[in-house]
């Protein structure tokens, strides 16, 4: 049995890193269809500082609900400690990795030796996998996977009222992959490369001799070339980086292309209609079955997971820190 207490990193108040606490508190207990993980490893990604500062610049409508204080953190690798009831397939001394309860709660405790999670969540570990490299791959492997090959729910999309539906890849498609370094844009590359299309990377030129290791065709380095300049008549363009610059990549797409932002911006139907480009984008939603194919792809050698850097559950301070220093090469993750 688990002790009592455990260490976890919690928010008593909205604001930069140094509001992240190093504390005690108890372990949860699992409830009926969940399971208590004993934490080795912890992804970071973006909702996890959106999380910490309060989400400022995103609508009420479209914040979950979250109270202080709390546990950040989504992503989790580690060993299951106890089943509750109603769940089959998982047992105690298995290990597991999994985005949780996302996109419904932004205090799914991950920073913490001990989560509970639901079943449905989780995946099994890749044996030859460290807990660490599996610990990256959950949001942003899901996020890559819901975009760019399989949806897998039929949750309408907070961002727009037309349902998002991946363009089929093949050989005779050309991606350009926007923001290709960092921990969507890594895996995209390579889940596109999979389906045997030509890709097209931009990042800084620190990131040319990674993303071409993981097969990038071509490479355009942002900070010489605009890429919406240099570039055009591609299939796709998935832009992991979004936001309201993600209109300029408009003119890159030939018709009947699409245009996916991760994070959707401001576009105008009209114009899409008129340019012959569909653009859609979807909310990354957990799902263990579609965590399960993405894990089969790694234990295949298709798919590797890059850990940009790597700290202790404590320095979480540092590890935002980090985060905001940009320029991220794959994964920050935390050893619990």
Do not use: C
């Amino acid at each position: 049995m688990p002790p009592h207490t455990m260490s976890a990193i919690r928010l008593h108040e909205f604001g930069g890193p140094e509001v992240l606490r190093h504390e005690e508190v108890p372990i949860p207990e699992p409830g009926p269809g969940e399971v208590l993980v004993r934490v080795h490893a912890v992804g970071l990604n973006p909702p996890d500082w959106y999380a910490r500062e309060g989400m400022p610049g995103v609508p009420p409508e479209l914040r979950p609900p979250f109270h202080l204080p709390l546990i950040p953190g989504t992503d989790v690798s580690g060993v299951v400690e106890a089943v509750g009831a109603d769940v089959d397939g998982l047992a105690v001394g298995e290990e597991v990795m999994g985005l949780l309860r996302f996109p419904g709660s932004l205090q799914a405790g991950a920073y913490a030796e001990y989560v509970t999670a639901p079943a449905s969540d989780l995946a099994r570990k890749p044996a030859f996998l460290d807990h660490v490299h599996a610990a990256g791959l959950p949001m942003s492997g899901l996020t890559a996977w819901q975009f760019l090959i399989e949806l897998g729910h039929d949750h309408p999309s907070p961002f727009q009222a037309a349902r998002h539906r991946p363009m089929a890849l093949d050989a005779g498609t050309t991606v350009l992959v926007n923001g290709a370094a960092g921990g969507v844009g890594h895996l995209a590359l390579q889940l596109a490369r999979w389906k045997g299309a030509r890709v097209i990377a931009v990042a800084s030129g620190a990131h040319e001799t990674f993303l071409r290791g993981l097969g990038a065709d071509e490479f355009v380095d942002y900070t010489k070339d605009r890429p919406e300049e240099v570039v055009r008549e591609v299939d796709l363009v998935l832009d992991t980086v979004g936001g309201p610059d993600s209109r300029r990549f408009l003119r890159t797409v030939k018709r009947g292309g699409a245009l996916y932002p991760v994070y959707f911006g401001d576009f105008d139907g009209e114009e899409n209609a008129r340019l012959g480009v569909t653009v859609t984008a979807t909310q990354v939603r957990s799902s263990g079955a579609q965590l399960a194919e993405l894990g089969r792809l790694v234990d295949a050698g298709k798919v590797r997971v890059a850990i940009d850097s790597t700290f202790a559950l404590k320095d979480a301070q540092a590890a935002h820190e980090r985060a905001a220093r940009g320029h991220i090469q794959g994964k920050i993750v935390l050893t619990a």
